[in-house]
């Protein structure tokens, strides 16, 4: 996680106008999904035509748990 070569946008390509989110609320859900790990959930909660929450779950895989990984 947190690579970020996949999201890379040229400066100098043309980009469409944003119609729902703003640039803030898109680096809020780029912030909250890199904080996620291997393994959770995002969720957008919409309210009145706006974006009001993000709800995030974290999950971790029992198969790989070691001491001290509920702490991080």
């Known amino acids: 996680m947190g690579n970020n070569k996949f999201f890379q946008v040229d ?39 706006r974006l009001r929450f993000l709800v995030t779950q974290r999950s971790i895989d029992a198969l790989k748990w070691q001491p001290g990984m509920f702490l991080e």
């Open 11 to 49: 400066e100098n390509a043309d980009a469409l106008p944003l119609t729902f989110l703003t640039q803030r609320q898109i680096h809020m859900i780029d912030e909250a999904l890199s904080a996620l790990g291997d393994y959770g959930e995002l969720r957008l909660i919409v309210e009145k035509g």
